[in-house]
């Protein structure tokens, strides 16, 4: 299977290509490969995201006699901070995207603050097994939205050096 990238930061193209690496999908260029059924993007603000669906969303398909399921998934990859201003455009156009497109959103925050001295007390001995590096946790989500086909307009929080 392909994936389209689309306006990756440096910062995170190579998280990306790792975790699909790791579930068995190759990461193209839109340039290379127009249509793809799986397409990740990254929009720092509602605008950018909505000029972005509007270029890979596929025609809308007859709702008569006409398999309704979503011919495509794309995944908005959020910055770090935006997740609640950025949910509403987010539902909004998970609904008027649908059935034909399926769009979920990563959001990629920062791991979580180191304890207070006087919280030290209470941390545990050994990391929290959730914890995982950036692209193996990318690679779980990613492989998540792919194969749970009822989950639309939801936003997962990714927590991760």
Request: no cysteine.
């Amino acid at each position: 299977m392909k994936a389209v990238l689309a306006n990756l930061p440096d910062e995170l193209s190579g998280a990306v290509t790792e975790a699909l690496a790791q579930i068995g999908v190759e990461g193209v260029s839109a340039k290379t490969t127009p249509t793809a059924p799986l397409w990740i993007f990254y929009a720092p603000d509602a605008e950018t995201a909505k000029a972005e669906l509007a270029r890979i969303a596929p025609p809308p398909a007859a709702k008569v006699g006409q398999d309704l399921r979503a011919q495509v998934l794309a995944i908005w990859l959020m910055p770090a901070g935006r997740a609640t201003t950025l949910a509403g455009t987010l539902q909004t156009e998970a609904l008027a995207h649908a059935p034909d497109l399926r769009l979920n959103a990563l959001h990629m925050g920062p791991r979580r603050l180191e304890p207070a001295p006087w919280q030290s007390a209470w941390e545990p001995s050994q990391p929290h097994p959730a914890q995982l590096e950036r692209a193996e946790s990318l690679a779980h989500a990613l492989s998540f939205l792919s194969e749970a086909t009822s989950v639309m307009g939801q936003i997962l929080h990714l927590n991760s050096p």
